[in-house]
C-alpha cells in the first residue's frame, strides 16, 4: 500500500548521492524516502576509483572498504603515445566497483530508518495550493516538503536544466579479468591513456578484477564504423601501452556499458535560493567533472552532506536566536542567573 504521509524529503535516484544525503537525513530524525528506477543493483559508467577526499565521507555512512574488499591505489600513471610517467599517492586511494559500492550505501540509507522504494521510475512533479511536493511516479504520486535531485547523469525531463549543454563524447565501460603479466605492470595504480579524440582509465576494484573505461568523440567513433571492437583496437594500435594491459584479457560482461551526451562542465547555477525552490541537486545534478579524475564520487559525497547541512540549517539558526534572545534576558536582569552568558553572547550570532 502506499504511504500517505507527506515526508520531509523524496530523494530521486538511489546511487551515491541519494543514498548518502537519504543516510544524513533519516539519521537526524527526517522522514525520507528514495525513489530508485532500477529494481536491483546494476554497474553504472564510472572509473570507480575512490580518490582520498572520498574516503572520509564513506567513513561517515559507516562504509567499510576493507570487509567490501576495495583494492588499495598507490599510484597513477599516464601512457601516451610519446611518454610515460608514474606518480605516487600522498596516501592510498581505493577502488571499488559502483555494483557493490551503491549498493551499501543505499543499505545504510535503509538501516538508517529511510524508506526505499526500487524498480520506481519519477516522471514529473508540481506543487499543491500548500507548496506540497506532488511527485508522480510510474506507481502513483508521493508527497514531500522538499526534493533532493540525485539522478546522476541522467536528468528528469520536468527539470529541463541542462539542455544544450551534452557534449561531443561517448563513455564506454567494461569489467574484465587481465593476465597475470599485466597485473604485475599495472601494480597498484590507477593508469590513464591518451589518444586522439579521447582517454581512458584502468585500475584494479574488488576481487582482482579490472575496470576499463574510456570516452571519445563521437566523430572519431563513426569513422570507426559505429563499432567497439573496432575502436578499441585501434586505440591499442595507437597507444601500444594500453595494447599490452589488454592484450587476453577476459571480457566479463556480454556487452559493453555505454553512454553518449555527457554534460561535462555543467555546473547548477540557481536563479532562486534552493531553500525557495525546496529543489536540491546533488553530485551529476550539481556539477559534471571530466571522467576519471577521482572527483566525481567526492562531490556526490560532499554535495549530499552539504545539502543536508543546508536543509537543517534554518532549525539552528532557530536555536541559536533563542539562545541568544534568552542569554540577553538573563544579562539584562538585575542579577544574571548565570554568570557565563555576559562572554557567551559575542560568541552567539
Known amino acids: 500500500m502506499r504511504p500517505q504521509q507527506i515526508f520531509d524529503v523524496l530523494v530521486i535516484g538511489g546511487g551515491l548521492a541519494g543514498s548518502a544525503a537519504s543516510f544524513h537525513l533519516a539519521s537526524h530524525g527526517y522522514s525520507v524516502a528514495i525513489v530508485e528506477r532500477e529494481a536491483q543493483a546494476h554497474h553504472k559508467i564510472c572509473g570507480e576509483f575512490l580518490s582520498q577526499e572520498t574516503l572520509p565521507y564513506l567513513k561517515e555512512l559507516g562504509i567499510d572498504l576493507d570487509a567490501?574488499?576495495?583494492?588499495?591505489?598507490?599510484?597513477?600513471?599516464?601512457?601516451?603515445?610519446?611518454?610515460?610517467?608514474?606518480?605516487?599517492?600522498?596516501?592510498?586511494?581505493?577502488?571499488?566497483?559502483?555494483?557493490?559500492?551503491?549498493?551499501?550505501?543505499?543499505?545504510?540509507?535503509?538501516q538508517a530508518g529511510c524508506l526505499i522504494f526500487r524498480g520506481e521510475q519519477a516522471e514529473s512533479y508540481e506543487k499543491d495550493s500548500s507548496q506540497t511536493f506532488l511527485l508522480k511516479t510510474s506507481r502513483g504520486i508521493l508527497k514531500a516538503k522538499t526534493l533532493f535531485l540525485a539522478t546522476g547523469k541522467h536528468e528528469l525531463k520536468k527539470m529541463n536544466i541542462r539542455q544544450g549543454l551534452e557534449s561531443s563524447a561517448?563513455?564506454?565501460?567494461?569489467?574484465?579479468?587481465l593476465t597475470e603479466e599485466a597485473q604485475k605492470k599495472l601494480?597498484?595504480?590507477?593508469?590513464?591513456?591518451?589518444?586522439?579524440?579521447?582517454y581512458g582509465g584502468l585500475?584494479?576494484?574488488?576481487?582482482?578484477?579490472?575496470?576499463?573505461?574510456f570516452i571519445i568523440d563521437k566523430k572519431r567513433f563513426r569513422n570507426l564504423e559505429n563499432s567497439y571492437e573496432t575502436t578499441l583496437s585501434s586505440l591499442q594500435k595507437e597507444n601500444p601501452s594500453l595494447g599490452e594491459f589488454l592484450k587476453n584479457a577476459s571480457p566479463l560482461w556480454p556487452k559493453v556499458l555505454a553512454m553518449s551526451g555527457i554534460p561535462y562542465g555543467y555546473l547548477f547555477r540557481a536563479k532562486v535560493s534552493t531553500q525557495e525552490t525546496g529543489i536540491y541537486p546533488l553530485g551529476d545534478q550539481f556539477?559534471?567533472?571530466?571522467?576519471?579524475?577521482?572527483?566525481?564520487?567526492?562531490?556526490?559525497?560532499?554535495?549530499?552532506?552539504?545539502?543536508?547541512?543546508?536543509?537543517?540549517?534554518?532549525?539552528?539558526?532557530?536555536?541559536?536566536?533563542?539562545?541568544?534572545?534568552?542569554?540577553?534576558?538573563q544579562t539584562n536582569a538585575s542579577k544574571p542567573s548565570n554568570p557565563a552568558c555576559t562572554w557567551l553572547i559575542p560568541f552567539m550570532p
Open 187 to 198: 601494480k597498484q595504480d590507477i593508469a590513464l591513456f591518451f589518444f586522439k579524440g579521447g
Open 203 to 213: 585500475c584494479k576494484i574488488e576481487n582482482q578484477i579490472a575496470n576499463f573505461c
Open 287 to 329: 556539477a559534471v567533472i571530466p571522467s576519471l579524475t577521482g572527483s566525481g564520487m567526492a562531490i556526490a559525497l560532499y554535495t549530499a552532506r552539504k545539502a543536508f547541512t543546508r536543509l537543517a540549517r534554518p532549525l539552528h539558526i532557530i536555536i541559536k536566536i533563542k539562545m541568544r534572545e534568552s542569554l540577553l534576558m
Open 170 to 177: 561517448i563513455g564506454f565501460k567494461m569489467h574484465c579479468h
Open 68 to 110: 567490501l574488499k576495495a583494492s588499495s591505489l598507490n599510484a597513477f600513471s599516464f601512457y601516451s603515445t610519446h611518454f610515460n610517467s608514474r606518480n605516487l599517492f600522498d596516501a592510498p586511494a581505493r577502488g571499488l566497483s559502483r555494483y557493490v559500492l551503491d549498493e551499501a550505501c543505499l543499505e545504510k540509507a535503509g
